[in-house]
């Protein structure tokens, strides 16, 4: 497994003056404070906070301890953004605070973990929604103080889990188009419906100002995978204006997607995407595999990465003048670069963000180990191509690989098992690598 260490001053406290201190790894310099200021929505905001924390502790298919309770926190041009996995990776959780929701100064931008424990989660518990709510990310201080004394520095790892669930949750969420918007009575109605542990597969209709659920798809529906884990939106209601739902397009008889469930307010927004079903965790999906098996994409991903600036959106057409390349060629770039955590995708702004993670794109094949077998099979030249049929020498078996329409079929086990709802496997991502010419 790869992970990162990051090395804190200290734990994250909300001190009895009001104060809410995120402690940093560093970055730019020895301490960097990238956010000093009020939240002008502190009970939203801490509420918020705990959902996202709350999942991250949650474990929605075969649950267990918790393996993980520190969110990941982005200081941007305007905004703050809170993200978190769940622990079987099938939930991503994000809170914004927008500029609205901010009173104080961005001074500079980065990453990094938060620490949630349980006397800072039980803080945030008694904040209401007119008490004072001073937030520093990054302050320069060597120890702070909790209700039970100072505390130390402290290392805590980043799953290489969280970081594969990034770029997917980037890629998969890119295809996403809005779905649905109900106001809060009707979302109230909604989720109260829901229960913790409910691991169905529903479907959401748009009916008049609701959304009725139906067990089977239909077009115009919305997928609602594990209806249950929608349940860490519950507390958030109080604060809602609207719930907005966004997802792929569906048919009769397709099979369960990914959506995101996002309850919004003009300073913060909370959202919740949820993989196709319990069981799958985000860091298996394989969406971003045929993007990575471009024989361009690490490449331009250096040059886009040298063009980007920290403005609240990335603009892909923009990127795409600057870099001289075409705007699909950018999107392969950022999801390049975002399988080493510099880049996610905002449903509700239809556009990219920044996020920096301590992770090189090196690391790339050895966390996508399907990439990493269809090179080597280029390399072994087992593959041998010719007309719409390649075929494929992986050990001592042979496999069939159909390519129409740029859609690509295999004959092999994986194939028959998941139909390409799962990303492509590695003999066909190597007949891909091998049209597109890609080396030997």
């Known amino acids: 497994m790869v992970s990162a260490t990051y090395s804190y001053l200290g734990s994250s406290d909300l001190v009895p003056a009001g104060g809410l201190t995120l402690q940093t790894c560093g970055g730019p310099a020895a301490h960097p404070r990238f956010f000093t200021g009020f939240l002008t929505e502190p009970g939203a905001t801490a509420t918020g906070l705990l959902a996202v924390a709350e999942v991250a502790r949650s474990r929605y298919f075969r649950p267990f301890d918790p393996a993980s309770l520190d969110p990941v926190v982005t200081a941007g041009a305007d905004r703050l953004r809170f993200e978190s996995f769940s622990g079987c990776c099938g939930v991503y959780a994000r809170l914004d605070v927008l500029p609205p929701g901010i009173d104080g100064e961005i001074t500079g931008h980065g990453t990094t973990n938060i620490d949630v424990n349980p006397p800072l989660q039980r803080a945030l518990t008694r904040v209401g929604r007119v008490d004072p709510l001073h937030l520093a990310v990054g302050p320069d201080d060597l120890t702070v103080s909790t209700f039970d004394g100072p505390l130390v520095e402290r290392k805590v790892p980043l799953p290489s889990r969280w970081l594969r669930g990034f770029a997917e949750a980037q890629v998969l969420t890119s295809r996403f188009d809005p779905r649905a918007v109900i106001g809060v009575t009707e979302a109230r109605a909604l989720l109260q419906r829901l229960t913790a542990g409910d691991r169905s597969v529903l479907w959401a209709l748009p009916a008049g100002r609701s959304l009725r659920l139906t067990s089977r798809p239909v077009p115009g529906a919305i997928c609602l995978p594990g209806a249950g884990r929608l349940v860490a939106l519950k507390p958030f209601l109080r604060y809602a204006t609207s719930l907005r739902v966004y997802g792929p397009a569906v048919a009769t008889g397709s099979g369960p997607v990914a959506s995101t469930w996002e309850l919004s307010m003009p300073a913060l927004r909370l959202s919740l995407t949820l993989s196709p079903e319990p069981h799958r965790g985000f860091s ?108 494929v020498r992986s050990g001592d078996d042979t496999y069939h690989v159909r390519h129409a329409d740029d859609v690509f079929s295999c004959t092999c086990p994986w194939w028959a098992k998941h139909r390409g709802e799962r990303g492509p496997c590695k003999h066909a991502l190597a007949v891909r690598i091998v049209r597109a010419g890609g080396p030997a």
């Open 284 to 391: 298996g999906e394989g969406a971003v595999l045929e993007s990575l098996a471009s024989d361009e994409a690490a490449d331009d991903a250096e040059l886009v990465s040298a063009l980007l600036s920290w403005d609240p959106a990335i603009d892909v057409n923009a990127l795409a003048t600057a870099a001289g390349i075409g705007a699909q060629r950018v999107r392969d770039a950022l999801t390049q670069l975002g399988t080493a955590g510099r880049v996610g995708y905002d449903v509700a702004e239809a556009g990219y963000f920044h996020r920096t993670l301590p992770y090189a794109a090196e690391v790339v094949e050895r966390m996508n180990p399907r990439l990493a077998g269809a090179r080597a099979l280029v390399a072994a030249g087992a593959v041998e191509v010719t007309g719409e049929v390649a075929v």
